[in-house]
């Protein structure tokens, strides 16, 4: 049986045609699906019995099952989502003001291998389908909609590596911005990459204007191949050309990501060499304080050093704030997403 959020409206409208139902069945079936949020064809009472018998023998709605969900207290859920092949991935909603940011993920595990994530010390498992990506924007759509909000953002920032798994990442964005049902503006989407650079060429061609994060996590290559080992692959001055190209066809500003790592990457002399590689483009740092995680061998820096950090890059002319990670005491801050229940007290899905 398939997935239905796996189609695309397109997909969707050829099945009804080859069905022999009517132009407007497409529309029908789309909007229940992605803008009340169906999770049953039986609960679509508009559609006609038969055709929802049919779709519901040949499709499946209900999406990943959530089996665990943490809160910190402080507006930031964890929810643990259990896939049709019992692999688990973790998505993350955060509110923060009158923003509803959700946090999706685009693999089990990663290829990237970065040490300093917990994502990448699991290895890589699958990607996920375009329906699983965007399944995970549902169910936080879901929950709001009981309180009368609804997702206001969507940061692709979760297990994985978006660009790696190009297709379906951007199955899943489109069928979100679509008008006929979720509506999710393409400037409420973040997709943040460690320099895929074929990737964000790609997108550079979509015509979609979403956010675009890079994470830089070093101001040279000999210590950018330590922290991010794709980058053997892809070289500072390549992913720097292609975020260029990225942000001229889009005309959006490019956000670079720079993880802080006590006495690894967080010196003085580091951030002018970044600050060397990122003056005079259409560019934003925000740096990202280590959040530690189980097993992995690094520390934050001191907050002074931090702050010592940014003001050196906005010395040298290159836009920088600091990032405070949220839901960390859970285990939902950047790099610390592993897939599998985190210790502590687990709130059960009600
Ligand atoms: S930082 Fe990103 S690319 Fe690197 S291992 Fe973690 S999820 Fe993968």
């Known amino acids: 049986m398939?997935?239905?959020?796996?189609?695309?409206?397109?997909?969707?409208?050829?099945?009804?045609?080859?069905?022999?139902?009517?132009?407007?069945?497409?529309?029908?079936?789309?909007?229940?699906?992605?803008?009340?949020?169906?999770?049953?064809?039986?609960?679509?009472?508009?559609?006609?019995?038969?055709?929802?018998?049919?779709?519901?023998?040949?499709?499946?709605?209900a999406g990943?099952?959530?089996?665990?969900?943490?809160?910190?207290?402080?507006?930031?859920?964890k929810v643990l989502l259990s896939l049709r092949d019992r692999q688990a991935i973790e998505a993350v909603l955060?509110?923060?003001?009158?923003?509803?940011?959700?946090?999706?993920?685009?693999?089990v595990g990663c290829p990237g291998g970065c040490p300093f994530c917990a994502t990448g010390k699991m290895g890589y498992v699958r990607d996920l389908t375009a329906g699983e990506i965007a399944a995970q924007v549902l169910h936080f759509a879901r929950?709001?909609?009981g309180a009368g909000e609804r997702v206001t953002h969507v940061v692709v920032m979760?297990?994985?590596?978006?660009?790696?798994?190009?297709?379906?990442?951007?199955q899943a964005l489109r069928n979100l911005n679509d008008r006929r049902?979720?509506?999710?503006?393409?400037?409420?989407?973040?997709?943040?990459?460690?320099?895929?650079?074929?990737?964000?060429?790609?997108?550079?061609?979509?015509?979609?204007?979403v956010n675009l994060a890079v994470s830089l996590h070093a101001p040279d290559d000999a210590l950018r191949r330590e922290l991010v080992p794709l980058a053997e692959r892809w070289p500072l001055a390549d992913v720097l050309a292609a975020a260029d190209r990225y942000a001229s066809a889009t005309g959006r500003r490019v956000s670079y990501e720079y993880v802080l790592l006590r006495g690894v990457n967080d010196r003085l002399d580091h951030a002018r060499d970044l600050a060397r590689l990122l003056r005079g483009r259409l560019a934003h740092v925000n740096l990202i304080p280590f959040n530690p995680a189980p097993g992995l061998p690094y520390e934050p820096p001191e907050p002074n050093t931090v702050d010592a950090f940014r003001r050196e890059l906005v010395l040298?002319?290159?836009?920088?704030?600091?990032?405070?990670?949220?839901?960390?005491?859970?285990?939902?801050?950047?790099?610390?997403?592993?897939g599998q229940r985190t210790e502590g007290a687990l709130k059960q899905p009600s």
């Open 158 to 170: 979760g297990m994985g590596e978006p660009l790696l798994n190009y297709d379906a990442t951007l």
């Open 94 to 107: 955060i509110r923060e003001d009158d923003r509803r940011t959700v946090c999706i993920s685009t693999q």
């Open 2 to 61: 398939r997935e239905f959020l796996d189609l695309s409206f397109a997909e969707v409208a050829a099945l009804m045609a080859s069905w022999g139902e009517p132009p407007f069945r497409a529309p029908q079936i789309w909007k229940w699906a992605w803008r009340h949020l169906g999770t049953a064809f039986a609960d679509m009472t508009d559609l006609p019995r038969d055709l929802r018998a049919r779709l519901g023998e040949a499709f499946t709605l």
């Open 181 to 209: 049902g979720f509506a999710l503006g393409a400037r409420r989407v973040t997709v943040s990459t460690v320099g895929v650079v074929p990737g964000i060429v790609r997108l550079a061609g979509e015509g979609l204007q």
């Open 64 to 77: 990943p099952v959530p089996i665990a969900h943490q809160g910190d207290g402080e507006g930031t859920e």
């Open 316 to 338: 040298h002319g290159v836009d920088a704030t600091v990032r405070r990670s949220r839901g960390v005491a859970i285990q939902a801050g950047c790099g610390q997403l592993r």
């Open 143 to 145: 929950e709001l909609r």
